[in-house]
C-alpha cells in the first residue's frame, strides 16, 4: 500500500535534532524509491521557538506544545532527541497511547523505564525504537536483537562513550589536560547537557544497562551496574601505563556467568595491542561474544551531530516502511529470564595500585604481608619515582576477588607506613 507522505514529528533540535533535520534534507529525493512514501516534519517541539526560527526552512512548524503532536492525525512517528527522563517519558507514553510509534536516542530513559514503554507500545500495537540509545552510529541494538537472535551471547564489553573516549585519548596522546579536552569534547557535541554522566560514567551505566537486558534476556537497569568514571585518572596514571604497555580506557562489560550477571563500567588498563586500544576520539566499539558467533566487534562514531541522526533515522525508515506496508515489527523486549546480579565484591580482577609509602627499609615487606594476609599475590612491583621523602609504588597484583583487594586496601589506609594509595584501576 503506497503512501504519498508521512509526517512525523521531531522533540528537540539540538545537536542530534539538527543532524536528523539535516538527513531528512539529504534523504529528501530517495525516500519515494526506498521507503514508497516520502517523510516530512510535521512539527518541532522545542523549548524556545524564537530561538530556533533561523534553522528551519519552514519556522511555523516550531511549537513548544506537546499537545499540538499529540493532537495532529497526520503525525504516525515521533522522534525524540530532548534527552532527560521526564517530560520525555510522559511525550512518549502518550505518543505511543495515541497510536504513534516512537524512535528515540534517549538511554537515560531506555535504561530505567524500556521495558515499561516497550509494554505499552507493544500493547497499543505500535514500534519503540532506540538505535541511537546506544553507542551513536554504530548498530547495535538491532543485531544484538536481529542477527545474533540465535546465540547465547555469554559477554558484551567495549568502549560506550564518546566524551571520555575523546578526554582520554587525548591525555594519553597529546598529554593535554582534562579539563581541556572535556571543553572540546563539548563542543564537539559530544557530552551530555550534564558531562557528569559522561565523566562519572553513568552514560556508559546506561548504555551496558540496555545493552545486557537484550543480550541476556533478562532485565538489567542503570541501577544495577557498578559505575565509575574517569576523573581520578591523572597523566602519572597514564604514564605508568605507557612505560607497562597498556592504555587506560573507560570500559563497560556485562558478562553472564554463573554467579549472576556482572555489570560494569570502570576504567581499565588494556594492553596497547588489544583491539580496543586504539579506539580513539569519538569512535566507540562493542565486543559481543556469542556461542554460535564466536566474537564479533561493532567499531565506529560513538557520539555527535550526523552519526547519532544516521541511527535514529535507520530507525525511522524501518518504522515508515513497517508501516507503508503494514507490517510492523514486534517491539517486544524479549526479557524472559531473572538472573541475579553479581556483587561486585565476587568479581575477578588483576589490580593496578598507586601509592605514596615512607622511603625506608622493611616497607615493601609490610605491604607485601598485608596483601598476603587478604589472599593477594603481587605479580609486579614497581618504584620510580619519589614523592618529596616518600616513593611512590606502582603493585600489578595477580586476578583476585575484589572483595580481597578491599580489604586490604582497608588495612593499607590504616597502615603506618602507606601515606595514600592514589589509585586502584582494574587491569584487563
Ligand atoms: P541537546 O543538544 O541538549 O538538545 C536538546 C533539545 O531538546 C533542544 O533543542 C531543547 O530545546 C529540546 N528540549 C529539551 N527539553 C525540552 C522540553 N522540556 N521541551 C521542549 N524541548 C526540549 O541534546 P542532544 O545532544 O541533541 O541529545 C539529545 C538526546 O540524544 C539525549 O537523550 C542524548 O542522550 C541522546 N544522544 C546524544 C548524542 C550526542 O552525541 N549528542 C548521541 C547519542 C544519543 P531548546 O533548544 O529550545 O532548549
Ligand atoms: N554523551 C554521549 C557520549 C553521547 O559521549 O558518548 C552519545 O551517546
Same mark, same amino acid.
Given at each position: 500500500?503506497?503512501?504519498?507522505?508521512?509526517?512525523?514529528?521531531?522533540?528537540?533540535?539540538?545537536?542530534?535534532?539538527?543532524?536528523?533535520?539535516?538527513?531528512?534534507?539529504?534523504?529528501?529525493?530517495?525516500?519515494?524509491?526506498?521507503?514508497?512514501?516520502?517523510?516530512?516534519?510535521?512539527?518541532?517541539?522545542?523549548?524556545?521557538?524564537?530561538?530556533?526560527? !533561523?534553522?528551519?526552512?519552514?519556522?511555523?512548524?516550531?511549537?513548544?506544545?506537546?499537545? %499540538?503532536?499529540?493532537?495532529?492525525?497526520?503525525?504516525?512517528?515521533?522522534?525524540?532527541?530532548? !534527552?532527560?527522563?521526564?517530560?520525555?517519558?510522559?511525550?512518549?507514553?502518550?505518543?505511543?497511547?495515541?497510536?504513534?510509534?516512537?524512535?528515540?536516542?534517549?538511554?537515560?530513559?531506555?535504561?530505567?523505564?524500556?521495558?515499561?514503554?516497550?509494554?505499552?507500545?507493544?500493547?497499543?500495537?505500535?514500534?519503540?525504537?532506540?538505535?541511537?540509545?546506544?553507542?551513536?552510529?554504530?548498530?547495535?541494538?538491532?543485531?544484538?536483537?536481529?542477527?545474533?537472535?540465535?546465540?547465547?551471547?555469554?559477554?558484551?564489553?567495549?568502549?560506550?562513550?564518546?566524551?571520555?573516549?575523546? #578526554?582520554?585519548?587525548?591525555?594519553?596522546?597529546?598529554?593535554?589536560?582534562?579539563?581541556?579536552?572535556?571543553?572540546?569534547?563539548?563542543?564537539?557535541?559530544?557530552?551530555?547537557?550534564?558531562?557528569?554522566?559522561? *565523566?562519572?560514567?553513568?552514560?556508559?551505566?546506561?548504555?551496558?544497562?540496555?545493552?545486557?537486558?537484550?543480550?541476556?534476556?533478562?532485565?538489567?537497569?542503570?541501577?544495577?551496574?557498578?559505575?565509575?568514571?574517569?576523573?581520578?585518572?591523572?597523566?602519572?596514571?597514564?604514564?605508568?601505563?605507557?612505560?607497562?604497555?597498556?592504555?587506560?580506557?573507560?570500559?563497560?562489560?556485562?558478562?553472564?556467568?554463573?554467579? !549472576?550477571? %556482572?555489570?560494569?563500567?570502570?576504567?581499565?588498563?588494556?594492553?596497547?595491542?588489544?583491539?580496543?586500544?586504539?579506539?580513539?576520539?569519538?569512535?566507540?566499539?562493542?565486543?559481543?561474544?556469542?556461542?554460535?558467533?564466536?566474537?564479533?566487534?561493532?567499531?565506529?562514531?560513538?557520539?555527535?551531530?550526523?552519526?547519532?541522526?544516521?541511527?535514529?533515522?535507520?530507525?525511522?525508515?524501518?518504522?515508515?516502511?513497517?508501516?507503508?506496508?503494514?507490517?510492523? !515489527?514486534?517491539?517486544?523486549?524479549?526479557?524472559?529470564?531473572?538472573?541475579? #546480579?553479581?556483587?561486585?565484591?565476587?568479581?575477578?580482577?588483576?589490580?593496578?595500585?598507586?601509592?605514596?609509602?615512607?622511603?625506608?627499609?622493611?616497607?615493601?615487606?609490610?605491604?607485601?604481608?598485608?596483601?598476603?594476609?587478604?589472599? *593477594?599475590?603481587?605479580?609486579?612491583?614497581?618504584?620510580?619515582?619519589?614523592?618529596?621523602?616518600?616513593?611512590?609504588?606502582? #603493585?600489578?597484583?595477580?586476578?583476585?576477588?575484589?572483595?580481597?583487594?578491599?580489604?586490604?586496601?582497608?588495612?593499607?589506609?590504616?597502615?603506618?607506613?602507606?601515606?595514600?594509595?592514589?589509585?586502584?584501576?582494574? *587491569?584487563?
Amino acid at each position: 500500500m503506497a503512501k504519498d507522505e508521512m509526517y512525523v514529528a521531531l522533540l528537540g533540535l539540538g545537536t542530534v535534532g539538527t543532524g536528523v533535520y539535516k538527513v531528512m534534507k539529504t534523504q529528501e529525493s530517495e525516500m519515494q524509491q526506498k521507503l514508497n512514501t516520502v517523510l516530512r516534519i510535521g512539527k518541532i517541539l522545542v523549548r524556545n521557538p524564537k530561538k530556533h526560527e !533561523g534553522e528551519v526552512e519552514d519556522p511555523s512548524i516550531l511549537t513548544s506544545s506537546f499537545q %499540538e503532536i499529540l493532537d495532529d492525525p497526520k503525525i504516525r512517528i515521533v522522534i525524540e532527541v530532548m !534527552g532527560g527522563i521526564e517530560p520525555a517519558n510522559t511525550y512518549i507514553s502518550e505518543a505511543i497511547q495515541a497510536g504513534k510509534s516512537v524512535v528515540t536516542a534517549n538511554k537515560d530513559l531506555i535504561a530505567e523505564h524500556g521495558g515499561e514503554l516497550m509494554a505499552l507500545a507493544e500493547e497499543n500495537q505500535v514500534e519503540l525504537r532506540f538505535e541511537a540509545s546506544v553507542a551513536g552510529g554504530i548498530p547495535i541494538i538491532s543485531p544484538l536483537k536481529n542477527s545474533l537472535a540465535a546465540n547465547e551471547i555469554s559477554q558484551v564489553m567495549g568502549i560506550v562513550n564518546g566524551t571520555t573516549n575523546y #578526554i582520554l585519548s587525548k591525555m594519553t596522546d597529546e598529554g593535554m589536560d582534562y579539563k581541556e579536552a572535556l571543553q572540546e569534547a563539548t563542543e564537539l557535541g559530544y557530552a551530555e547537557a550534564d558531562p557528569t554522566a559522561d *565523566v562519572e560514567g553513568y552514560d556508559a551505566g546506561r548504555k551496558i544497562a540496555i545493552m545486557a537486558s537484550i543480550a541476556f534476556h533478562s532485565r538489567v537497569t542503570f541501577h544495577d551496574v557498578y559505575m565509575e568514571g574517569i576523573t581520578k585518572i591523572t597523566s602519572k596514571d597514564i604514564d605508568y601505563a605507557k612505560a607497562l604497555g597498556w592504555v587506560i580506557k573507560l570500559i563497560a562489560l556485562a558478562r553472564n556467568t554463573r554467579g !549472576g550477571i %556482572e555489570a560494569r563500567v570502570h576504567p581499565m588498563l588494556i594492553p596497547a595491542d588489544h583491539p580496543l586500544a586504539t579506539v580513539s576520539g569519538s569512535y566507540n566499539a562493542v565486543y559481543v561474544h556469542g556461542d554460535a558467533v564466536e566474537d564479533v566487534m561493532f567499531y565506529g562514531r560513538g557520539a555527535g551531530e550526523m552519526p547519532t541522526a544516521s541511527a535514529v533515522m535507520g530507525d525511522v525508515f524501518s518504522v515508515a516502511r513497517h508501516t507503508v506496508y503494514d507490517s510492523q !515489527g514486534s517491539t517486544r523486549d524479549n526479557v524472559f529470564r531473572k538472573i541475579p #546480579i553479581k556483587s561486585m565484591d565476587n568479581i575477578r580482577s588483576s589490580y593496578f595500585l598507586r601509592m605514596e609509602v615512607e622511603d625506608k627499609p622493611g616497607v615493601l615487606a609490610t605491604i607485601a604481608s598485608i596483601f598476603g594476609n587478604n589472599s *593477594v599475590s603481587i605479580k609486579q612491583v614497581i618504584q620510580r619515582d619519589k614523592i618529596g621523602s616518600n616513593a611512590e609504588l606502582v #603493585i600489578i597484583t595477580s586476578e583476585v576477588k575484589e572483595r580481597h583487594i578491599r580489604d586490604a586496601l582497608l588495612i593499607l589506609n590504616s597502615s603506618s607506613v602507606v601515606k595514600r594509595v592514589s589509585n586502584m584501576i582494574r *587491569v584487563y
